[in-house]
């Protein structure tokens, strides 16, 4: 391991053809550093691994999650976590702040263009709330810092991928929440994603409804015949392959039978019940918008088992998997 300092990183280190995939360590007292510690042997052959995060917790999370001899990565060290009184799984405003400025970090090494692509590791929403002010995720924190008005939350497995129309908002909030704007916006970003992304040139969507059976024509709900059917009117003129609204079970059982290439969801739980259903431990989370690739594991930070060598690095490995094959797509065009 190269311990750098957070200015340390000298852009002509490493040949450029190889992939330098940036991985910030999430709130240090959760899971992050131990599945970081325990994917490296999986993915430090990707590229070049620079982790960003405070190496005295991620030396804590290796000790009981031992890196073999030989495995090669770089380390920013912030060095930004109090050791006095340290402990894995609390919720700190301290480890809030931290975790934030390990984005920072991670986002300046972007623009240097010291890194390819970056992958996240989970962060308190409640933490840094505290220790940062409002704070409502890695998402909408990034598009702000790159000035991008529009994202699209993606998450996909080996079997399923969702474009969201709302992302972390009460359930209640969800119908006003959907506009015909959303709605066309989605449809369209999560095409342009699966084209530049994975090569898949003409896209096939299936939209879910909003209600059960998507309405059954107006009986369950009248979302899909006031906004869904009309956001959705002339979009096979523009060039989009769209069948919807659909019931949200059969756009899932239809995608899974391969004929479309990606989903449309309505709300948060509407796509990650079925991909934690059929691959918990091979979710990632692709953020649709932005200037490079980001990706992050489909889980939490886990406090109640950071610490005890329990975590699972599955969705972290297929994190870091996806945002090098995304980001090398585009430096091939």
């Known amino acids: 391991m190269r311990v750098l300092t957070r200015y340390g990183i000298k852009g002509g280190d490493v040949p450029e053809l190889v992939m330098r995939i940036g991985i910030t360590m999430g709130d ?28 005295g917790v991620f030396g804590r999370a290796c000790a009981y999650t031992r890196v073999p001899r030989g495995v090669s990565f770089d380390f920013v060290d912030m060095a930004n976590v109090p050791r006095e009184g340290f402990a894995f799984g609390r919720i700190k405003a301290e480890y809030g702040k931290a975790s934030l400025e390990f984005i920072d970090q991670a986002v300046a090494l972007l623009d240097r263009g010291l890194i390819d692509c970056l992958v996240t590791c989970p962060v308190s929403k409640e933490a840094v ?69 994975f090569g898949i040139r003409c896209p096939s969507l299936a939209v879910c409804g909003v209600n059960p059976h998507a309405s059954d024509n107006g009986v369950i709900g009248d979302e899909e015949k006031k906004v869904l059917i009309p956001a959705l009117a002339g979009m096979d003129k523009k060039g989009f392959r769209v069948a919807g609204p659909l019931s949200a079970d059969c756009c899932c059982a239809a995608a899974m039978a391969g004929k479309f290439d990606a989903v449309v969801a309505m709300y948060h739980d509407q796509a990650l019940i079925p991909l934690k259903t059929i691959g918990a431990y091979s979710g990632v ?46 430096r091939k065009a």
């Open 129 to 197: 709330s505290l220790g940062a002010g409002p704070f409502s995720g890695h998402t909408e924190y990034l598009a702000r810092k790159a000035g991008v008005r529009s994202t699209v939350m993606m998450l996909l497995n080996e079997r399923l991928r969702f474009g969201l129309v709302t992302t972390h908002l009460p359930l209640r909030d969800v119908p006003a929440a959907i506009t015909r704007e959303k709605v066309r916006k989605t449809v369209s970003m999560t095409a342009q994603a699966l084209r530049r992304w």
């Open 285 to 330: 989370n692709l953020t649709a918008g932005l200037p490079y690739v980001r990706t992050s594991p489909l889980h939490g930070t886990a406090f109640d088992i950071a610490g005890k060598g329990r975590a699972n690095a599955g969705s972290l490995i297929a994190a870091v998997e996806t945002a090098c094959r995304c980001a090398r797509r585009p």
């Open 28 to 55: 240090p007292s959760g899971i992050g550093p131990e599945i970081i510690a325990k994917a490296l042997p999986v993915i430090a052959p990707f590229g070049q691994v620079v982790i960003i995060g405070d190496a």
